[in-house]
C-alpha cells in the first residue's frame, strides 16, 4: 500500500458525459501527478499540482482539467467523454516535486470505461 | 523532448534464475533521476529501484540491481533469485519534472 488512495476503483460511462476522479496523496506530500494508462498510448503524464498550484502540464487534452484543493487532495475532470478516453487513470504523489526529483508512489488507479 | 525505450516487449525466466531488463533513454539533461516501477496484475504502480544520475555507484534493494552507463544513457534492471511473483510489467522511466515512461517489458517467472 503506497498510502495513496483514489476513489472510484471503475467508473463506466457513457460517450459525451462528465466524470471527476479523486486523489489523496501520502501524509506529508505536496505535490500530485496525474497520468494516463492506455493500450495505444502507454503511460503519459497528463498535469501536476503542487501545493495548489499547477506546476506543469503534459498531454492534457482540453476537455480535461484538474485541481488540488486546501487539503491537498487533487480532483480530475474528464468532460465530452470519448470512447479513446478510456483508461486507467493513476494519481501519483510526492514530497515536493519543486526541482522534480521527489519519488512518485502511485494510487491504485481509476479504470475508466466509456461506452 | 526525453524519451524512454525499453526493446524487449516479452521476457521469461525460470525461477530462481537471473534476468535482465534493458533501458535506454535519450535526454540533454545532466541531473536528473530514474526508476523501474513494477505493474503486476493487480495493475499497482509498485516502485522497484531509484538511480541518481549524478551517483557513479549502482542502486541495488535486495534482489534488484541496475546497471547504470551515463554516457551510453543505459539504465537496465537485473532480477536476480527470480521468484513467481515477479511477474509483471516493469517499467523504465527518466525524471526531470514528471515521469516519462518507457513502453514497459512484460515479464514472466515459470516455475
Known amino acids: 500500500d503506497s498510502g495513496v488512495t483514489q476513489t472510484p476503483k471503475h467508473l463506466i460511462t457513457a460517450t459525451g458525459q462528465r466524470v471527476t476522479l479523486r486523489c489523496s496523496p501520502r501524509?506529508?506530500?505536496?505535490?500530485v501527478y496525474w497520468y494516463q494508462q492506455s493500450l495505444d498510448q502507454g503511460l503519459q503524464f497528463l498535469i501536476q499540482?503542487?501545493?495548489?498550484?499547477?506546476?506543469a502540464k503534459g498531454n492534457i487534452l482540453e476537455r480535461f482539467s484538474a485541481q488540488q484543493f486546501p487539503d491537498l487532495h487533487s480532483e480530475l475532470n474528464l468532460s465530452s467523454l470519448e470512447l479513446g478516453d478510456s483508461a486507467l487513470y493513476f494519481c501519483?504523489?510526492?514530497?515536493?516535486?519543486?526541482?522534480?526529483?521527489?519519488?512518485?508512489?502511485f494510487g491504485p488507479g481509476t479504470r475508466l470505461t466509456v461506452l | 523532448a526525453q524519451t524512454v525505450t525499453q526493446s524487449q516487449p516479452e521476457m521469461s525466466v525460470q525461477e530462481a534464475e537471473t534476468v535482465t531488463l534493458s533501458c535506454t533513454y535519450d535526454?540533454?539533461?545532466?541531473?536528473?533521476?530514474l526508476f523501474w516501477y513494477k505493474q503486476p496484475p493487480s495493475r499497482q504502480m509498485i516502485l522497484v529501484i531509484r538511480q541518481e544520475a549524478y551517483k557513479q555507484q549502482n542502486a541495488t534493494e535486495n534482489r534488484f540491481s541496475v546497471n547504470f552507463q551515463k554516457a551510453a544513457k543505459s539504465f537496465s534492471l537485473k532480477i536476480s533469485d527470480s521468484q513467481l511473483g515477479d511477474t509483471a510489467m516493469y517499467f523504465c522511466?527518466?525524471?526531470?519534472?514528471?515521469?516519462?515512461f518507457g513502453k514497459g517489458t512484460r515479464l514472466s517467472v515459470i516455475a
Open positions: 499540482y503542487y501545493n495548489g498550484e499547477e506546476r
Open positions: 501524509s506529508g506530500d505536496l505535490s
Open positions: 501519483a504523489s510526492s514530497v515536493a516535486g519543486l526541482a522534480g526529483t521527489d519519488t512518485q508512489y
Open positions: 535526454t540533454s539533461e545532466n541531473n536528473y533521476y
Open positions: 522511466a527518466f525524471m526531470n519534472w514528471a515521469l516519462v
